[in-house]
């Protein structure tokens, strides 16, 4: 199904889990995002080592290869994840319009060894009222006519 | 529903919209994060300024928050967001496990001026075959192995 060279990569964001683990950067988890068959950036799981909750290895891969592409969207880019993207790593995923995602560990994996993916993922369309942190939609004029603004706005630059 | 303050911190998550659409920064999105009462970190998008497609208003506020508490975790923290949050920032919400969200527009608001918000949320409980970006599973020994030194792992971090 997948080719060797694909396999490779997917093996590479193993071991950027390993190595990241190893030294303390944070959780087992790794990313390369892959252009025309070659590695364009890797990145590891930074959570816990700079304090950032939003550092899962897809996000910090993604930033990093956009930084290297200057650009907001990878678009003929592949992610190859250790893995399965959470919810938000997913979010991500299709902001940056990449072109497929391959992981090896699933959420169910990640969930034996006590992160919350697949609880994420359970919540994520479960009503508002229902969410174990409440969610409260509270309709602002200011709001509407703000984006009513977007849409006449001149020269925005959409994504 | 909510109190005179809730409202004025709402409101200020649109007014910081309103500035960083106005001064080119990104989308109409913005949040503040409230810590007992008070302001302790703002954001607007700034997607197409930076070429980061993970700097919408709720993670830059998120990031900020915890830098400015040198924390990993918002438990105490109350976030306001002009919009509701896209999946990709409702996984960081989840993640930094703060204690209340309230926001003005949401997702069919969002839609409604072209961005892909609701789409993913629809995205992302379909089947992996079924996305519009293909996810491929292929689990891997190395993947399994990772997961379980993780497990086995001594003074390790977890979050």
Known sequence: MLSENQIKFLERSVEIAKQ???SGKGGPFGCVIVLNDEIIAE???LVTSTNDPTAHAELVAIREACKKLNTYQLTDCEVYASCEPCPMCLGAIYWARVKQVVYANNRHDAAAID???NFIY???NTEDAAKQIPFIHYPLTSAKELFNQWQIKENKKEY
């Open 20 to 22: 990241g683990m190893l």
């Open 122 to 124: 359970k919540e994520i």
């Open 43 to 45: 990145g590891c799981n």
């Open 115 to 117: 992160f919350d993916d």
